[in-house]
């Protein structure tokens, strides 16, 4: 149930973002924000651990924050694998990283 969740709320959050900011992200339709979404789960839970392990000295010299610039290339690695979903900029990655990540801690799974 956790995954759904979170691939429901991660292609929500591609949707309206896309709506709300069309020129910093664009997304081809609903099929492809699904996909996205589940792309950007399947890297979360396969590829994100790894890269943790290996940044750890850096996101320990930051205080945390390169974990946003390690969301944001999360981002940039669902688009190699999914066309249709188009981003401006980098910095366009680091803002739905930002977002994504405020809308999982505050809607996604709670803490028992």
Not at 18 to 34: E, N
Not at 47 to 74: D, E, Q, R, Y
Request: charge should be positive; glycine fraction near 8%; avoid cysteine.
């Amino acid at each position: 149930m956790g995954f759904l969740r979170k691939v429901l709320l991660t292609t929500l959050v591609f949707v309206v973002y896309s709506q709300l900011f069309p020129a910093q992200l664009y997304v081809a339709s609903l099929a492809v924000a699904v996909t996205g979404a589940v792309v950007l789960g399947v890297l979360n839970g396969l590829v994100k651990p790894i890269l943790k392990v290996l940044s750890f000295p850096l996101t320990l010299l930051t205080l945390g924050l390169f974990l946003l610039i390690l969301n944001a290339f999360m981002l940039t690695m669902m688009t190699w694998f999914v066309d249709g979903i188009i981003f401006a900029s980098f910095g366009a990655k680091l803002l739905l990283a930002i977002v994504l990540s405020v809308v999982n801690a505050t809607l996604g799974e709670p803490n028992n």
